[in-house]
């Protein structure tokens, strides 16, 4: 699959910044957050509806026909794109009327702040969930269609997330091991099931050319896909990386995604600065961007068998 | 749901009836205009040709309309400027005419074979040769010469009508189809339909080629057979068929000339001339009466073998004895034909045998009376359903003309020729062979020649040579290098006027050929020799007009361009005067009516033909007052008579369009066409559709349409007389004009035969094979014809840049992979193009689609298009000259040395990979530079004749249905 | 009704007759204009919905060449709907086929992701996704002949390798074809359960040659005796 350059920054943003509001959220409203006080509750909120409004933004980006957007709303009833559409719209009204009860009340939760903290956190979540299974419900693309997908996303955005709430809290000068270990764990499990995954779709499955071409009982090649330039379909789905590259995109997105977050934040535990917290974060973000463009760019899409594929 | 919107305004849009020229098919096409564009065309259910169907470029036509490449107004090149430097300025058609009449009638008052008129993909040869012998010139052809002439020739000269455009299997009745060569041809629709009538009935079909896609993809058996040796195979299948004595005795007695007797005395004159009477008739063994017999007559019991004493006391023998002979000889074994082929023995045997099991087991019978040419009736049509068909696979080879003689020779042993099954004629084929037509010799100032230029030689005395032996025409049909040329050599012509062999010219005429480029052997040399000057300062051809409607690269060198219409702009015929769109059992024929308004300030070459007739006083296009006859192109059409009651057009005649195929001209008889969907069918009754060559009512039919000269019985000759007296000639034997240079004697000695022979394709005598171990080919793609679908924006998506395929595990052998970019190199030249690996082809084959490469800048094509910056023409490779040797056959033509067809795929090349960073396709050529106030060629096409009514899904339906239909 | 195609790999010869049909009856169809783009450079493209894919089966020489025309499958269960965040697709009740609403299309490309056969193509300068349409705006129209109101790529095939009709009507044409030939879907394991179908070839036909070998086989011209027959 092409690797849509907005698509990528829209999950990887709206993902951490649903992964830090509810992280923020669940804590706050479960009274575990160990806020410097609202200015570092109402920043945290802040940043995460910055993050997932930037990438909202960012994913009109590659539609087409953006003056039809708000139609998206209308096929919950099968849509997994509809459904995130719709999650994501009614997290808003949540979402603000408790960063709004948070400026008015402070960091005392009340129940008006329990509840739409709640829905907010939960749409949040739901939210990162419908995105997966957007992705996950494509039976054309057999390294998405599965459960990991959506786990992935959700584990992902959590630990950036997390990784975001630590920085964002060192940047108040506040200094929890817990939250860092929450954070250290949550990427640890991200990056496990990351690998899983990688494990998981090197195993072929699925369509062949010989299935999609009705012929099983010898080997089919292509001889001609019937037009020389590129198409609709070589240009979105025909993106070939090599094996090579994706070797490469791999170390990165381990290096910069997980071993490198991973190591600051042991550092920060072991006693060093907090402040290393904060490129903890950008490492983190920059592998899981890396992470994000291997999740297209390994995507073969069945149609590509039509197009001389032997196996997607 | 609602009901449906309603998406044409059928009140908005007219549908009219013509014919497409997407390519020389013919199909019938109905076009419905709306805005004065082309909404749609699709195929006329009720024409003949297509029924209904059409393919690729058929639909195509819109984007042909819309072609930036169109030329928009006469042009010549700038005063001053150099020939190929692109340079025009517009002027108008008065000018340009004025300008053209002048130099014309000065040539045709002083030397009218100064004018070299040769036409491309023409389908309007009986105007253009008409004009040409009215001219007075016999320098003029059409493209036959460098397409498929041999075949043309071997059919007419076997059996009265051939392969080509003359005949078509019986896809109705046939039970075993066995395809020769063939991707696409001119019948590119009825090919494609009857392989499926034939394939539902559970008919076998059997593909014969190198490469397998297109028609061989649906064969039932591929043959990967090695390229040029299709002779051998044949005559291979025709050795089982006579080892298993398998042959249709009582057909070859009947209809064939196999029975006739053969003078026997080698080394003598005479030898291998058919032993005639007194009258010249034919003799034949009478078994019952124990003496010679005249072979026409009925009834007789003439012998088919054996060897007997003439009256005059001559050893002879009958045709199947020598027939016999020689096929039977183990040098035509499967097994000794099986390594030079590359097909393995048992598949020959095996392909011969079930042939002979469909002809003789499962032989078809059609109740229906009927008379021979003799007047005896016969009750039933017997009928052996085995049919062929070939095509360049076998012509564009230098032994295309025997080779396909053993394609006719293997089916009439089969019984198969025009019967019920088999492969039938269509009219006005069949006709006497040779067609009794010589070619014109004699030329003289201001007068018309008394014969067409082309013709159909039964000896070395019809050649059109002069006393010394010397060629009299420009491309030298009809010398001692092509006795047989019977459409000249469209392929020398610019060669042999750039070098005064046999003489220079004045003005040299292209119609519809685009001889700089993909028409052309020797491509790059080709375009030197157009720009080249003789030490006088003058281009070698002085003068050069170009008939073209697009721009395509010939129009760069020319020095007068005659813009044409696009074929939905024109009137126009498909006439039975030439090669009309009749089917096996209906004589039809069509019009082209014009269906836009063209924008541009072009004519019609055809009307352009008329008005220079009149204008250069031609005796057939003016009164005798010397006032022009004809005031357009219809008004010829409808009024010329080519002799009393025969016209251009076979409908409607007679003066209220009473009569059929002949009858006095008709002033509504256009009209008619219009009416009747633009063609005209005549229907052959029951009793006519089968053995024409010796059906007395079929005949009769004939002859009184023009077709035939008498109702005599064609023979079918297995045995060509013809050429043995060109044999006889080279042989120092013959009773008439003979060659002296001994490379002509040996040419005529090796290659002619009166039995199909075969021998090596030429090329591969000349150079070292081992050096160039690949036959490289093309291929016609079905979605394209020659040059001229580049300009179609739609037909170019499917193809902008061609490849050279290769066997897949021939080419990993040598380290190429798939897409890598090689060197091609042959005797003459070489290329760099890039490769694609497949499964079916034959090893030691390469091959490419035909014409898609281009020269940058033509065409209506952005410089950098992938056609010239990717694609190539195979053409560079092929010299039009055979490979030099330093001997006396270095000047003589890459042609069949009998028929003068230019020997395209006798190509021999060798292959290496190419250096790292090598890439594109080379050579390339200087850009074309952009003529004069034509339009840019937009970056994006939104093509359509109405805005979009779409259907709306209610807000409804989206917010209740769920998933699937409910 | 459940309206679909039935191609016959057997016949089809590859010519891309259909695809080119496609594309001029629909490029002023109903959700026309198909846009091209470079039309006359590098690279040219442009939205199409039928395209002619060529493949190989076996390797040399025991090989066979498929031509294999690819148009909208009008799926039973077609996904390619059910992704479809705005409604611009869907499948018609009334005769399963599958369609793009052009006025609702937010063009996210999504249905086109969902469909294994590449189908669907966006036209870049609407902005909206466009597809087959099963030539509605023939089948339809009234005004037509009745023997025109079938898809343009159906009328124009020369090797008659393609049949529209009703699968849901045993009777039907593409029906009896489909039951008849073991006409095949392509991709079944998706369960994407595909109206069109696709007939293999027709094994070769057997010609027996037992019958006309002759024991005795010729080697020489005097091995002939002269049969009396009539001219
Ligand atoms: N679409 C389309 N149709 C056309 C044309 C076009 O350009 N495009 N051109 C028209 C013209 S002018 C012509 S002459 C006809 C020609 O029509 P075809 O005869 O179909 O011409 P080619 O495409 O040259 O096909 C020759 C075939 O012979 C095979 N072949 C080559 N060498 C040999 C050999 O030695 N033995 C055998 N058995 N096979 C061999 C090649 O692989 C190829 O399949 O088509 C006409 N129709
Ligand atoms: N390598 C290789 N070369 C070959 C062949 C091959 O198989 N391989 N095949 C050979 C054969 S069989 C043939 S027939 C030739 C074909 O060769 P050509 O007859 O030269 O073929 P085209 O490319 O069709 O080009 C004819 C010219 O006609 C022009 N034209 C098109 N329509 C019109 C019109 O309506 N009016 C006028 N006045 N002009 C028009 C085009 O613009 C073009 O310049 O190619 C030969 N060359
Ligand atoms: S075969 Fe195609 S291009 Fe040729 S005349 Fe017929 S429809 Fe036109
Ligand atoms: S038009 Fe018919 S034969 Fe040609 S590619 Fe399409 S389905 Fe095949
Ligand atoms: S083929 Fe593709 S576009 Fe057509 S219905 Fe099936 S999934 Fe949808
Ligand atoms: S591109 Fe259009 S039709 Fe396709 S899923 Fe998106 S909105 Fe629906
Ligand atoms: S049914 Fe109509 S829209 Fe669909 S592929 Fe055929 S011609 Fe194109
Ligand atoms: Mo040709």
Redesign the interface.
């Known amino acids: 699959m092409h690797p849509a350059l907005s698509v990528i920054i829209f999950t990887v943003l709206s993902g951490a910044g649903y992964g830090l509001f509810s992280l923020v959220t669940l804590l706050h409203l479960s009274g575990r957050y160990p806020a410097s006080g609202q200015t570092e509750l109402v920043t945290q909120l802040g940043l995460a509806l910055a993050l997932i409004t930037l990438g909202l933004f960012s994913s009109t980006l590659h539609l087409h026909n953006p003056k039809n957007a708000w139609r998206a709303v209308m096929r919950v009833r099968t849509s997994w794109l509809s459904r995130e559409a719709v999650c994501a719209l009614s997290f808003y009204p949540f979402a603000l009327i408790y960063l709004w009860q948070v400026l008015q009340v402070g960091v005392e939760a009340g129940p008006l702040m329990v509840l739409v903290g709640g829905i907010a956190l939960s749409l949040a979540l739901l939210t990162v969930f419908t995105t997966g299974m957007i992705y996950a419900s494509l039976k054309t693309i057999r390294q998405w269609h599965t459960a990991l997908t959506p786990a992935n996303y959700l584990l992902l955005g959590l630990a950036l997330g997390a990784t975001a709430l630590v920085a964002v809290h060192a940047g108040f000068g506040g200094r929890s091991e817990g939250l860092v270990l929450l954070a250290l764990g949550l990427l640890l499990l991200a990056g496990v099931m990351k690998g899983l995954y990688y494990l998981w779709i090197r195993e072929v499955s699925g369509p062949s050319l010989n299935t999609a071409t009705g012929f099983t009982q010898a080997r089919v090649r292509l001889l001609d896909q019937g037009h020389t330039a590129g198409t609709f379909l070589t240009r979105e789905f025909g993106f070939d990386p090599g094996a090579g590259r994706i070797r490469r995109v791999r170390l990165g997105v381990f290096g910069f995604g997980f071993v490198l977050p991973l190591l600051l934040m042991g550092m920060v535990l072991g006693g060093g600065s907090s402040l290393w917290l904060a490129p903890a974060l950008m490492s983190a973000l920059a592998g899981i961007g890396l992470e994000r463009w291997l999740f297209f760019a390994e995507a073969r899409h069945g149609v590509m068998l039509y197009h001389g594929l032997q196996r997607t | 749901m609602t009901a449906l919107p309603a998406f044409e305004d059928h009140d908005r849009q007219q549908s009219k009836y013509t014919t497409c020229y997407m390519c020389a098919c013919r199909c019938g096409i109905k076009v419905t205009v709306e805005n004065n564009q082309v909404r749609f065309i699709q195929g006329n259910r009720n024409h003949p040709v297509n029924k209904g169907v059409l393919c690729a470029k058929g639909n195509a036509g819109i984007m042909k309309q819309q072609s930036p490449a169109r030329l928009r107004y006469p042009m010549r090149r700038k005063p001053g400027s150099e020939r190929g430097s692109g340079d025009f300025e517009p002027i108008s058609w008065d000018e340009a005419l004025d300008q053209l009449t002048e130099r014309l009638a000065r040539i045709r008052a002083t030397d009218p074979k100064k004018l070299a008129f040769f036409t491309g993909r023409d389908q309007m040869q009986a105007l253009t040769g008409l004009w040409a012998a009215q001219f007075g010139t016999i320098n003029w052809a059409a493209h036959g010469g460098f397409c498929s002439v041999n075949m043309a020739a071997a059919g007419l000269y076997t059996m009265g009508h051939a392969f080509w455009e003359f005949g078509d299997p019986d896809w109705e009745r046939t039970k075993y189809f066995m395809l020769w060569g063939v991707a696409e041809d001119h019948a590119s629709n009825p090919i494609k339909a009857g392989i499926d009538t034939l394939k539902r009935r559970g008919a076998k079909f059997v593909s014969i080629n190198p490469v397998r896609t297109g028609y061989q993809a649906v064969a039932d058996e591929w043959v990967p057979i090695r390229p040029g040796t299709d002779g051998l195979l044949a005559l291979s299948m025709v050795h089982v068929l006579l080892r298993h004595d398998r042959f249709d005795w009582d057909y070859l007695v009947r209809y064939t000339n196999a029975p006739w007797l053969v003078v026997d005395t080698p080394g003598q004159k005479g030898h291998g001339l058919i032993l005639r009477d007194r009258d010249g008739n034919p003799l034949a063994w009478d078994l019952e009466l124990g003496d010679v017999v005249d072979a026409s007559l009925p009834e007789i019991q003439p012998a088919l073998f054996g060897d007997y004493t003439a009256p005059d006391g001559r050893p002879v023998r009958t045709v199947m004895s020598l027939l016999a002979e020689r096929y039977l000889d183990d040098a035509y074994a499967p097994e000794n034909i099986a390594p030079r082929c590359g097909v393995p023995a048992e598949q020959i045997e095996r392909l011969a045998l079930e042939m002979a099991h469909v002809a003789f087991k499962e032989t078809i019978e059609i109740e229906c009376e009927w008379t021979d040419a003799y007047g005896r009736t016969h009750d039933r049509f017997v009928g052996r359903p085995v049919s062929m068909h070939a095509m360049r696979g076998i012509s564009a080879h230098s032994n295309g003309f025997q080779t396909c003689r053993a394609i006719h020779l293997l089916q009439i042993l089969l019984g198969t020729i025009d019967v019920p099954g088999g492969h039938l004629s269509k009219p006005p084929y069949p006709r006497h062979i040779p067609p009794g037509i010589k070619p014109a010799r004699d030329m003289a100032p201001n007068t018309p020649l008394k014969s067409p230029p082309l013709g159909f030689p039964t000896g070395p005395e019809d050649l059109v040579i002069d006393g010394e032996g010397r060629p009299l025409r420009l491309d030298k049909a009809y010398s001692w290098d092509a006795p047989m040329a019977n459409h000249g050599l469209m392929h020398m012509v610019i060669t042999n006027a750039v070098k005064g062999d046999p003489y220079p010219i004045d003005t040299l005429m292209l119609y519809m050929a685009n001889m700089s480029w993909n028409s052309t052997m020797n491509t790059a040399q080709v375009m030197d020799m157009l720009r080249e000057k003789g030490a006088d300062g003058e281009y070698k051809i002085p003068f050069l007009v170009v008939s073209d409607a697009f721009h395509s690269e010939i129009v760069n060198f020319a020095d007068l361009v005659l813009p044409d219409t696009t074929y939905l702009e024109r009137h126009d015929t498909i006439s039975m005067l030439d090669r009309p769109i009749s089917e096996p059992h209906a004589a039809a024929d069509a019009i082209r009516q014009p269906i836009l308004e063209p924008d541009r300030d072009v004519r019609p070459w055809q009307e352009v033909l008329v008005e220079l007739g009149g204008r250069l006083g031609f005796p057939a296009f003016t009164t005798r007052d010397g006032i022009r006859r004809y005031t357009s192109y219809q008004d010829f059409i409808v009024n010329f008579q080519r002799e009393p009651g025969i016209g251009f057009l076979a409908g409607w005649r007679g003066a209220q369009g009473q009569n059929s195929l002949r009858g006095d001209p008709n002033p509504n008889q256009w009209q008619e066409y219009v009416d009747h969907q633009c063609f005209f069918v005549h229907h052959l009754e029951d009793s006519q559709k089968y053995y024409r060559f010796c059906n007395r009512d079929y005949l009769e039919l004939a002859r009184h349409a023009g077709w035939v000269g008498s109702v005599e019985p064609i023979i079918l000759e297995l045995y060509s007389e013809t050429q043995q007296r060109f044999k006889l000639a080279g042989q120092g034997l013959y009773d008439g004009p003979m060659p002296k240079r001994p490379e002509h004697k040996a040419r005529l000695v090796n290659h002619f035969d009166p039995l199909p022979i075969w021998y090596p394709p030429l090329e591969q005598g000349r150079i070292d094979l081992e050096a160039y171990p690949f036959h490289a080919i093309t291929q016609r793609p079905m979605f394209m014809y020659h040059s001229w679908d580049s300009q179609n924006a739609w037909l170019r998506q499917i193809c902008a840049q061609n490849f050279l395929y290769m066997n897949r595990g021939r080419a990993e052998s040598m380290g190429i992979a798939d897409h890598a970019w090689v060197w091609v190199a042959s005797h003459h030249g070489r290329i760099r193009v890039q490769v694609k690996l497949m499964e079916g082809v034959a090893p030691d084959t390469v091959w490419t689609w035909n014409a898609l490469g281009k020269q940058s800048g033509a065409w209506g094509l952005s410089q950098d298009a992938d056609e010239s910056r990717k694609g190539f023409l195979l053409n560079h490779l092929i010299s039009e000259l055979l490979p030099q040797r330093g001997d006396g056959l270095d000047n003589v033509t890459n042609s069949d040395p009998i028929t003068g067809q230019a020997a395209w795929y006798d190509l021999r090349v060798s292959i290496t990979p190419a250096k790292p960073g090598e890439v594109g396709a080379w050579p390339r050529f200087e850009s074309i530079r952009p003529l004069p106030g034509m339009p840019d060629s937009p970056d994006q096409v939104r093509y359509r004749t109405h805005r979009r009514v779409n259907l709306r899904r209610s807000l409804w339906d989206v917010l209740t249905r769920g998933k699937g239909r409910s | 009704m459940r309206l679909g195609l039935v191609i016959d790999l057997?016949?089809?010869?590859?010519?891309?007759?259909c695809?080119?049909?496609c594309?001029?009856?629909n490029?002023?169809?109903?959700?026309?204009?198909l846009?091209?783009?470079?039309?006359?450079?590098?690279?040219?493209?442009?939205?199409?919905f039928n395209?002619?894919?060529?493949?190989?089966?076996?390797?040399?020489?025991?090989?066979?060449?498929?031509?294999?025309p690819?148009s909208c499958m009008h799926c039973?269960?077609?996904?390619c709907?059910?992704?479809?965040?705005?409604?611009?697709s869907?499948?018609?009740?009334?005769d399963?086929i599958v369609?793009v609403?052009?006025?609702?299309?937010?063009?996210?490309?999504?249905c086109?992701?969902?469909?294994?056969?590449?189908a669907r193509?966006?036209d870049?300068?609407?902005?909206?996704m466009k597809k087959c349409?099963l030539c509605?705006?023939r089948i339809?129209?009234g005004?037509l002949a009745p023997?025109?109101r079938q898809p343009?790529c159906v009328?124009?095939?020369?090797?008659?390798?393609r049949h529209f009709g009703d699968f849901d009507d045993p009777d039907s044409a593409v029906s009896r074809l489909s039951r008849e030939r073991g006409g095949?879907?392509?991709?079944?394991?998706?369960?994407?359960e595909p109206t069109n179908t696709?007939l293999?070839?027709?094994s070769?036909?057997t010609?027996?040659?037992a019958?006309?070998?002759?024991g005795?086989?010729?080697?020489?011209?005097k091995d002939?005796v002269?049969?009396?027959?009539?001219?």
Do not use: F
């Not at chain 3, 490029?27 to 204009?33: D, I, V």
């Not at chain 3, 846009?35 to 442009?46: I, L, M, R, V």
């Not at chain 3, 609403?101 to 999504?110: I, P, R, Y």
């Not at chain 3, 086109?112 to 590449?118: I, K, N, S, V």
């Open positions: 057997d016949t089809c010869v590859g010519c891309h007759a695809a080119v049909a594309k001029q009856w490029t002023s169809g109903t959700t026309g204009p846009t091209d783009e470079s039309p006359y450079g590098a690279a040219p493209t442009g939205v199409w395209r002619v894919r060529h493949y190989e089966v076996g390797d040399y020489p025991h090989t066979k060449t498929v031509n294999m690819l039973d269960d077609a996904a709907v059910t992704v479809c965040p705005t409604g611009a869907y499948k018609r009740r009334e399963g369609l609403d052009q006025d609702k299309c937010m063009g996210c490309n999504l086109a992701w969902a469909c294994p056969y590449g193509e966006l870049p300068q609407d902005g909206v349409t509605i705006d339809y129209d005004a023997e025109d343009a009328i124009t095939c020369p090797a008659h390798a095949r879907k392509l991709m079944p394991e998706l369960g994407y696709y293999p070839p027709r070769a036909p010609v027996p040659t019958d006309v070998r002759r005795s086989l010729m080697s020489n011209v002939w002269n049969k009396a027959i009539a001219r």
